[in-house]
Each structure stands twice: as C-alpha cells, then as structure tokens.
C-alpha cells in the first residue's frame, strides 16, 4: 500500500492529461539568450461546445463519430411459441450544439538554450500548461530563431508535443514573428497540430485505437514591456487565438465530448517575469 502512495502523484498527472492542443497563443518569435528565462501566466476567454437533448433522449455518438441525440423506439409487436415480444431499437436525430465560454488558464515557461549558432540565432525550450482543456493539456517544446532576427524584427519556427492519454501525442509546427515599437512588441503566429486521440474516443470504444484529428490555428497581439521592476510583471499581454477548424472546445461530459467543426476566437490576458 506504502508503494502506492508513491506512485499516486504519478497516476494523478497521467489521468489529467488533455490529449488536444491549448487555446492560449503567446509565442512572438522572439528567442531567450542562453541561462535567460521568462514565466508568464494568462488568463482567456475560450469557446466551449455544448450539445442539448429533448428531456426523452440522451446525448450520444452515432456509428460514424457525430455527436447525436438518441431515444428508444419499439418494432411492432410479434408472438411466437405462444408468447408476444417487441424489439428495441434506437433512433437518432440532430443534437441542437450551442456555443458557450469558459475561462482557461496557461501556466508558461521559457529557457534560453543555446545561443547563435549557423545560420540561426538561437534555441529555446518551453513547456505550457492550460485548463479546463478536457481536463488538462501540457506541451513542451523548441523554437528555433531564423536568420534575420534581430532586436527589432524576430520570428522563428517551433516544434512540440503535446502529452496525450495513453494512446498517442499531439505533435504540432508554428511560425511565429514579432515587430518591436518600444515598448510596444506586435507579434503574430500560425500553428498546425496533429491532435492526439480524444479522452471521448477511449470511453466510447473502450478499446485504445488511434483516432487523430487535424487543428489549425491563428494568433496575433501585443506586449507591453512594463520595466524590470521587483514583483510586479515584466511585460503585459493582449491577445486573441482563432481556431481555423474547431469552432469550440468540447465539453468534459463523457463519450459525448466532441469538437465542434467551424472557427473559433479566444482572447486572452497575459503578464509574465523575465530573468
């Protein structure tokens, strides 16, 4: 029982793991000088799908993924060997989607790694947390500074990971570019992901089978460099996300939870501490 305990924290974080990518942009291109280091926290308004059924059907997914509403019906009666029997059979028809918004939260960290080398002008590694994102997501990855960059014009291109449950990762590529106008840093970025397969999907099938999808995403907002001055934030975030593909984020409600197709926007808050 004592080893369990131990191994608790561990199997907490594997069940928490949100398999689809996060909503809240804050890449700008720009890459840390090697020991350097940046945390930023945000703070977004995030689209959420929500589907309703009639009081007399329940929420379910359909033989082909689509999220539908189902109810019970019963072929005419029938007897055989003296006794009358009627079978059950289900009938779908459209689940009414609405659009709401929940807060998400992002927890960000970057370190410089290495500095200009090549052709390149640096390297730079990051992890990013944000929920409620079906519960949670967590990506790590590296962005690599592309020549030309300089303190006035930066961008660079990005690789990750996204941690999944159990079956498969999330794996994405962004650009992101920045121009500065001190203090002021006006930054935009485009991202694609190869999301990993949904929580939904492995309580549907009850079977751990690969069923990716898609995402694509656009980004642009400012920074405010405030000054180093000791407790409050280094710089101040404006920000708004959209979504190419998925006009929300799905709702955490069982096998039901599925991303609604479309384009969705997010807007976000940041502030962050350089060191």
């Not at 990051?126 to 929920?131: D, K, R, T």
Request: charged content about 15%; hydrophobic content about 40%; proline content about 6%.
């Amino acid at each position: 029982m004592s080893s369990l305990r131990k191994f608790f924290p561990i199997l907490f974080l594997l069940a928490l793991q949100g398999c689809l990518s996060t909503w809240i942009r804050m890449e700008d291109g720009t890459v840390l000088a090697p020991g350097r280091s940046d945390f930023a926290m945000a703070l977004a308004s995030v689209p959420r799908a929500d589907y309703v059924c009639p009081e007399n059907a329940n929420l379910s997914d359909r033989p082909d993924g689509s999220v539908a509403c189902r109810t019970w019906t019963y072929a005419p009666a029938t007897s055989s060997n003296g006794y009358t029997y009627s079978t059950p059979t289900y009938v779908y028809s459209p689940a009414q989607l609405n659009i709401d918004r929940e807060p998400h939260l992002a927890l960000a960290w970057r370190l410089g790694a290495l500095g200009p080398f090549g052709p390149f002008t640096g390297l730079e590694l990051g992890v990013q947390a944000e929920l409620a994102t079906n519960p949670v997501s967590q990506e790590y990855k590296l962005a690599l500074g592309l020549p030309g960059s300089d303190s006035i014009v930066s961008h660079s291109l990005i690789g990750g990971w996204g941690t999944g449950l159990w079956v498969d990762n999330t794996w994405f590529l962004q650009y992101a570019a920045s121009r500065r106008f001190e203090p002021w840093l006006f930054y935009g970025s485009l991202r694609t992901s190869l999301q990993a397969t949904q929580i939904a999907d492995l309580l549907s099938n009850l079977r751990l089978s690969h069923n990716r999808t898609w995402d694509c995403q656009a980004a642009a907002g400012v920074k405010l460099k405030l000054g180093e001055i000791p407790v409050i934030p280094d710089w101040v975030l404006l920000g708004s996300t959209i979504d190419l593909t998925n006009a929300a984020f799905p709702s955490f409600d069982g096998s039901e939870a599925k991303q609604a197709s479309g384009v969705g926007v997010a807007f976000a808050f940041g502030m962050g501490w350089t060191w």
